[in-house]
């Protein structure tokens, strides 16, 4: 298990280290170079830069907020039967 563990954690690493990689030239390098280099037939236009972080922190601030009202509702509805 300890194996497939490791192998688990690298591949996140790595997947994250592209990922960032990849935005960090999108948003930070790409708006200096010509609009004419090849690269920029790579990225997509630089407002989903600012639109894909912003809807997935939306995204992920619902879900944390969905878990939370679940666990409190569940954690009361277990008070109110131990006290009926």
């Known amino acids: 298990m ?29 708006p200096f170079v010509d609009e004419t280099y090849f690269l920029h037939a790579y990225f997509p236009h630089r407002e989903y830069a600012i639109r894909i972080p912003c809807v997935l922190l939306v995204f992920g601030l619902v879900v944390v907020l969905t878990f939370l009202s679940m666990v409190m509702i569940k954690s009361r509805k277990k008070v109110e039967k131990k006290a009926a």
Request: proline share 0%; net charge neutral; no cysteine.
């Open 2 to 30: 300890a194996g497939q563990d490791k192998v688990v954690g690298a591949s996140l690493l790595t997947f994250s280290t592209v990922v960032f990689v990849y935005y960090t030239l999108w948003a930070i390098v790409m």
